[in-house]
């Protein structure tokens, strides 16, 4: 939602940013695939996309789930 908003608007403005949850691959790897859903990806795609750069990504069904049911409002 607003966090993807706010982190796609940096990067159309040339910025770079960095995502990092405790453990750097459940909550960090759910926003990264959300932000590629953002730029147009499907969802399912989105999670392969991110698990495919950062492996055990996306770490359980529950964030999973969320990001399959993501919609662009």
Known sequence: GQVCLSLKLELQRG??????????????GTVAAMLLIE???ENSVAIQHVRQKRQGTIENQLQEDFVLNFIIK
């Open 15 to 28: 910025n770079s940013i960095v995502l990092h949850c405790k453990g750097g691959i459940g909550r960090s």
């Open 39 to 41: 730029y147009g990806e």
